[in-house]
């Protein structure tokens, strides 16, 4: 039983279009994560929802747009694709602890998007 | 900016050597200091994590110590093994936030 998971694992598509991530997670988690981990692996965080409420927003294109229908998932939605999108996106998924911080992260396998 | 500084890029270790890999951070608000290891194709996981009240953290051949006046902590592979190449990231964040901010990773391959 995977506990994070995330469609599609690999994503082909043209510059201009528009495309969505799915992730879903079983653990009961109340925080949920996108990372991006571009060609030389850099993670670096775009959102974080906590109990489907947006917490983290860094700094990135408002061509991204995540949304969370419940805490179990979060969505991301890229529009008008660009070269410079192409990346491994990562889902992840915690238990936010008081006074504690993010706790362990559980991250999905990632969607591969390759823009050309 | 980068708030957690990792080095070295790459390193590759011979069977049964010692792998060390650093980090360093410049925010004092950072309380939480984990690892995270990651083979091709999947996602990061957690490896060890260390928190400011103690200076070392020993799990199996896997030792995280931490220098809080030098605001620098390292990881170290005991008996490094051919299974243990893969890429490593160091992380800090803050108890009271909800990021996990990464290093850039090392890639660290161990030679038969």
């Known amino acids: 039983d995977t506990a994070v998971s995330q469609t599609p694992k690999y994503l082909v598509t043209q510059m201009g279009n528009d495309k969505s991530i799915k992730c879903e997670q079983n653990l009961g988690h109340d925080t949920m994560y996108w990372y991006k981990q571009d060609s030389k692996k850099f993670l670096k965080i775009m959102f974080s929802y906590n109990n489907k409420e947006l917490i983290i927003n860094e700094t990135v294109p408002n061509r991204f747009s995540p949304k969370s229908p419940d805490k179990a998932h979060l969505n991301l939605h890229i529009n008008s694709l660009e070269l410079g999108d192409s990346a491994v996106y990562f889902c992840?998924?915690?238990?936010?602890?008081?006074?504690?911080?993010?706790?362990?992260?559980?991250f999905g396998e990632g969607s591969r998007l390759t823009v050309l | 900016q980068q708030q957690v500084k990792q080095s070295p890029q790459s390193l590759i270790v011979q069977k049964g050597g010692i792998s060390i890999i650093n980090c360093a951070y410049e925010n004092t608000a950072f309380d939480y200091f984990p690892w995270y290891q990651q083979f091709p194709g999947k996602g990061p996981a957690l490896l060890i994590a260390i928190r400011p009240d103690v200076s070392e953290k020993k799990e199996g051949r896997f030792t995280i110590s931490f220098n809080k006046s030098a605001k620098q902590f390292s990881l170290h592979i005991m008996d490094s093994q051919p299974g243990d190449s893969a890429t490593y990231f160091c992380?800090?964040?803050?108890?009271?936030?909800?990021?996990?901010?990464f290093g850039k990773g090392t890639s660290l391959l161990v030679t038969p």
């Open positions: 992380a800090a964040s803050r108890h009271s936030g909800y990021a996990l901010n």
């Open positions: 992840a998924s915690s238990q936010s602890k008081s006074g504690v911080g993010p706790g362990e992260l559980f």
